[in-house]
């Protein structure tokens, strides 16, 4: 069975700051997604980035990038120039290519930015 | 703007009483699924449907149903709601289940409270 290990329940970080966020995953499949979605305040989960595993490139999207570690199964986000705005609980989310088409989601973890 | 929209945002009901949620999307997407989410946990998957297919989560207590009568809409019965039901309720859709790159993605509704008393 597949697990999704966000180890960080809490962050802040100054405002223009950067930020990374982890999330480690166990899984014996080869072909899978991975994702960061953010959810405010207002509690809308919205996609942030998604990566395919069978791609090398780490997704980028403006501020937001992944380090995706295929071999060491690990998913990081980095928060490039924080905004007020990016304050919101970040979950990461595992799901296989093929099967299922279930989310895995671990814990969150809540991202402060400070003024 | 092509969206998942929950009605009603908040919902109270009463211990015992039966209430039903409503989810709707505009990206004639084929697969819908309803969540529950507890305050600072992750979504928990109750069901899914599949075009008409329903899916059942294993651990997902016979008091919920649902219900898609169209592509565009789908319902969640709580038949007899108590006190432990009382959270975010989360619907979300994915555009397919064929293993394309994209169609996996899930776009999620802003959510409906539920409040028990």
């Known amino acids: 069975a597949q697990t999704v290990t966000q180890s960080q329940p809490e962050m802040s970080v100054q405002e223009a700051e950067t930020v990374t966020l982890s999330c480690t995953y166990d899984?014996?499949?080869?072909?899978?997604?991975l994702f960061w979605y953010k959810q405010p305040p207002s509690r809308q989960m919205i996609l942030v980035i998604r990566q395919e595993a069978y791609k090398q490139q780490n997704a980028t999207e403006n501020r937001f990038s992944v380090n995706f570690q295929k071999a060491a199964k690990s998913f990081s986000l980095k928060i490039s120039d924080s905004q007020l705005g990016d304050t919101a609980m970040y979950f990461c989310a595992f799901m296989k290519r093929s099967g299922t088409y279930k989310y895995i989601f671990g814990t969150g973890t809540r991202l402060k930015v400070l003024a | 703007d092509a969206m998942v929209i929950q009605n009603p945002r908040y919902q109270v009901t009463q211990f015992g009483k039966p209430v039903t949620l409503s989810c709707s999307q505009t990206l004639n997407h084929n697969v819908m699924y309803w969540y529950q989410q507890k305050s600072s946990q992750a979504p928990k998957l109750l069901f899914h449907?599949?075009?008409?297919?329903?899916?059942n989560e294993a651990d997902t207590p016979d008091n919920f149903q649902s219900r898609r009568p169209n592509t565009s809409f789908c319902f969640l019965d709580i038949r007899s709601p108590g006190l432990g039901d009382a959270a975010m309720y989360l619907c979300a859709t994915s555009r397919d289940t064929t293993g394309l790159a994209g169609d996996e993605t899930q776009y999620f509704g802003p959510g409906t409270r539920l409040l028990v008393l």
């Open positions: 449907y599949y075009d008409k297919d329903f899916n």
């Open positions: 899984t014996s499949e080869n072909n899978y997604y």
